[in-house]
């Protein structure tokens, strides 16, 4: 038993020696990986609530799906939710990809769930359906109570699963359309009403290379980000979970990140 023991706690000495946590101030847990591979981490695998992250699992349920031309009713439900929302209505019938730019662009809570309980039924079969996803994703810190990123107790994920989630999300393009555009409209299918609104992901536009993905903030969470860059032929992710200085911080560690890589081939051309 002494043995195994040692070997684990060696195991993990050599994991924290290749994935230093080069940012130790930033947040509770991050995790920056540049074409996939993992530069720098902190906690990682520790559970925290995701806040609106939550809603890239939401879109990407609704993405392989494929409804998109859907009409979508906005059920009593939706129109009761709180938090960030654009004030939809019960009974209003929007497009699903509306729906969509407003889940991922704006972060709309009303959006978010008219899309749960049109796809699940009700939010409850909706959550089943992310658990299920999760796990399908190896996402073995995940667990979601709701399709939108309140808090509450049964509601987490890690930088890691987040990463996870995020590399599933890019496989889908019509999701990054909305995920990196700067501001939208979008209105009900009989004109009535309209609503405009911008991305809360302040690095999309001002950020060069920057597409995605998600940012979120509630009480317990704090500020959350999931942002992706490319460069060139190189990408880079960072989740960062409870953060301080949000976009500042974001902004640092995608630039050492991108400044690694160069670093890096420049030495490899070298040898």
């Given amino acids: ?36 591979a993992v530069l720098w981490e902190k906690q990682a695998h520790q559970r925290l609530p995701p806040a609106s992250l939550t809603k890239l699992m939401t879109a990407l349920l609704v993405s392989e799906l494929n409804i998109t031309g859907s009409p979508i009713t906005v059920s009593r439900a939706a129109a009761r939710e709180t938090g960030s929302r654009l004030g939809l209505k019960a009974g209003e019938i929007f497009q699903s990809e509306d729906l969509l ?24 079969r909706f959550v089943q359906m992310m658990n299920r996803r999760a796990k399908e994703l190896g996402m073995s810190d995940t667990h979601f109570s709701n399709a939108c990123g309140h808090d509450a107790p049964d509601h ?34 009989d004109g009535a009403r ?17 597409f995605g993905l998600k940012s979120g ?31 500042w911080d974001a902004v640092e560690m995608l630039d050492a990140a991108f400044k690694f890589e160069k670093t890096k081939s420049a030495t490899d051309t070298h040898k």
């Avoid at 317990?220 to 200085?245: E, H, P, T």
């Fill in 194 to 210: 309209s609503f405009q609104f911008e991305n809360k992901n302040e690095l999309i536009g001002r950020y060069v290379g920057a």
């Fill in 217 to 247: 903030h509630t009480p317990n969470a704090g500020k959350c980000l999931i942002a992706y860059a490319k460069r060139s032929d190189q990408r880079v992710l960072l989740v960062m979970l409870r953060g301080k200085n949000r976009w």
């Fill in 101 to 124: 730019a407003a889940t991922l662009i704006a972060s709309a809570n009303d959006g978010c769930r008219a899309l749960a309980d049109f796809v699940g039924g009700d939010q409850t």
């Fill in 1 to 36: 038993m002494k043995y195994l023991l040692g070997v684990l706690l060696f195991c993990q000495a050599l994991a924290a020696a290749a994935h230093p946590d080069a940012f130790p101030k930033v947040a509770t847990a991050y995790l920056v990986e540049s074409n996939g």
């Fill in 156 to 189: 987490f994920s890690s930088a890691s699963d987040l990463a996870q989630l995020a590399h599933e999300v890019l496989k889908h393009p019509a999701l990054l359309k909305f995920t990196g555009q700067i501001a939208a409209r979008i209105s009900t299918i």
